[in-house]
């Protein structure tokens, strides 16, 4: 039995258990972590059970193309999350996409508040705080996670599930060109295509359409970037950037997977501030540079190709640290390939 298999029976079983859930992905949900959310959410309601979502960030780009379901309002913290229910005020607490508690934002409370929790998790960095966890870092997203799960359960897959479900694993799989895409996402296409995934609109929706906004937040992004002698593509926007352009951090989402098209980059590292001193960042790696690594050293997180984290400096500081830290690997990885060489 497959680790899969034996958690999909852990995880069937804590279903059934519970009448109410509140779901949770990790802070600045994309794709996957609501693409995922949403298809366990209408798993549940089908199940006669009720479930929300949780969410610390604007997560309109993603829920708009769905069925609807239930939010947490911005004014109720999880610990009073039981109010948005029906048939009583107890709930499990389940993190998709996430498993570390102060990645969710503002249900990082959810782990105490709840009877149970779950976690169900695929980036490296990932650790066991909730009851039951599991991770599968090898997997190219929480979606394609979860429908595995869906499917050792003879869970029913409804048409609004599919479309959840396939914009969670196109969305993490960069529209099937990272090399996290497997046979298993391909094929995971496919039925999902079958079972009523709009596919054609959600590739075009989340890979081909953008507001005029954001792209001139992306040509402003590409002015200011800078491409050191190693390949390293450094790209800072602070707060009076996104004002002379009309907009705001958030319109600049995209902005890093674009950036990493530029062929000459090989690290790919974009800071913008979303606050007053503090600076989002956002990288993604073309070699063999580990970039979890580096958002691990402040406190952030993701894959070894594609990893965020979040730092309180000046953005003079914030952009130094981040380059040395990427110089300091790739020199790192030329040395040890020295002395392979010379062994």
Same mark, same amino acid.
């Given at each position: 039995?497959?680790?899969?298999?034996?958690?999909?029976?852990?995880?069937?079983?804590?279903?059934?258990?519970?009448?109410?859930?509140?779901?949770?992905?990790?802070?600045?949900?994309?794709?996957?972590? %609501?693409?995922?959310?949403?298809?366990?959410?209408?798993?549940?309601?089908?199940?006669?059970?009720?479930?929300?979502?949780? &969410?610390?960030?604007?997560?309109?780009?993603?829920?708009?193309?769905?069925?609807?379901? +239930?939010? @947490?309002?911005?004014? %109720?913290?999880?610990?009073?999350?039981?109010?948005?229910?029906?048939?009583?005020? +107890?709930?499990?607490?389940?993190?998709?996409?996430?498993?570390?508690?102060?990645?969710?934002?503002?249900?990082?409370?959810?782990?105490?508040?709840?009877?149970?929790?779950?976690?169900?998790?695929?980036?490296? &960095?990932?650790?066991?705080?909730?009851?039951?966890?599991?991770?599968?870092?090898?997997?190219? +997203?929480?979606?394609?996670?979860? /429908?595995?799960?869906?499917?050792?359960?003879?869970?029913?897959?409804?048409?609004?599930?599919?479309?959840?479900?396939?914009?969670? @694993?196109? /969305?993490?799989?960069?529209?099937?060109?990272? *090399?996290?895409?497997?046979?298993?996402?391909?094929?995971?296409?496919?039925?999902?295509?079958?079972?009523?995934?709009?596919?054609?609109?959600?590739? *075009? /929706?989340?890979?081909?359409?953008?507001?005029?906004?954001? +792209?001139?937040?992306?040509?402003?992004?590409?002015? =200011?970037?800078?491409?050191?002698?190693?390949?390293?593509?450094?790209?800072?926007?602070?707060?009076?950037?996104?004002?002379?352009?009309?907009?705001?951090? =958030?319109?600049?989402?995209?902005?890093?997977?674009?950036?990493?098209?530029?062929?000459?980059?090989?690290? %790919?590292?974009?800071?913008?501030?979303?606050?007053?001193?503090?600076?989002?960042?956002?990288?993604?790696?073309?070699?063999?540079? *580990?970039?979890?690594?580096?958002?691990?050293? /402040?406190?952030?997180?993701?894959?070894?190709?594609?990893?965020?984290?979040?730092? =309180?400096?000046?953005?003079?500081?914030?952009?130094?640290?981040?380059?040395?830290?990427?110089?300091?690997?790739?020199?790192?990885?030329?040395?040890?390939?020295?002395?392979?060489?010379?062994?």
């Amino acid at each position: 039995m497959t680790p899969r298999e034996e958690f999909s029976r852990q995880f069937k079983r804590f279903l059934d258990r519970y009448d109410r859930f509140v779901l949770s992905g990790h802070v600045r949900p994309d794709g996957d972590a %609501v693409g995922a959310c949403a298809a366990l959410i209408y798993a549940l309601q089908n199940m006669g059970k009720e479930a929300v979502l949780m &969410t610390d960030g604007d997560p309109s780009r993603y829920t708009s193309v769905l069925e609807p379901f +239930s939010l @947490v309002p911005e004014t %109720v913290p999880v610990e009073e999350a039981g109010s948005c229910f029906t048939t009583g005020s +107890s709930f499990a607490f389940i993190m998709l996409d996430c498993s570390e508690p102060d990645r969710t934002g503002r249900a990082a409370g959810g782990i105490l508040a709840a009877s149970a929790s779950m976690s169900i998790d695929h980036h490296v &960095t990932s650790t066991e705080t909730a009851d039951f966890n599991y991770c599968e870092p090898e997997t190219s +997203s929480a979606s394609q996670i979860l /429908y595995g799960l869906l499917k050792l359960t003879g869970i029913t897959i409804t048409p609004a599930m599919a479309n959840a479900l396939f914009m969670g @694993v196109a /969305y993490d799989t960069g529209g099937f060109r990272h *090399n996290n895409a497997a046979p298993e996402s391909f094929a995971m296409a496919a039925e999902l295509r079958a079972l009523g995934a709009d596919s054609s609109f959600m590739m *075009n /929706y989340l890979f081909h359409s953008v507001s005029l906004k954001e +792209s001139k937040v992306f040509a402003a992004a590409v002015e =200011k970037s800078h491409l050191t002698k190693e390949g390293i593509l450094i790209c800072a926007m602070d707060g009076g950037d996104f004002a002379r352009l009309g907009a705001g951090p =958030k319109s600049a989402d995209g902005v890093v997977g674009r950036l990493t098209e530029i062929q000459e980059a090989k690290v %790919v590292c974009y800071l913008r501030e979303i606050e007053d001193g503090i600076i989002r960042v956002n990288m993604r790696s073309k070699c063999e540079v *580990n970039v979890a690594r580096i958002a691990a050293l /402040y406190g952030g997180g993701g894959h070894v190709l594609a990893a965020g984290c979040t730092i =309180k400096e000046p953005m003079l500081l914030a952009k130094q640290a981040i380059t040395e830290a990427v110089r300091r690997q790739m020199q790192q990885l030329q040395d040890d390939q020295i002395t392979e060489e010379e062994d």
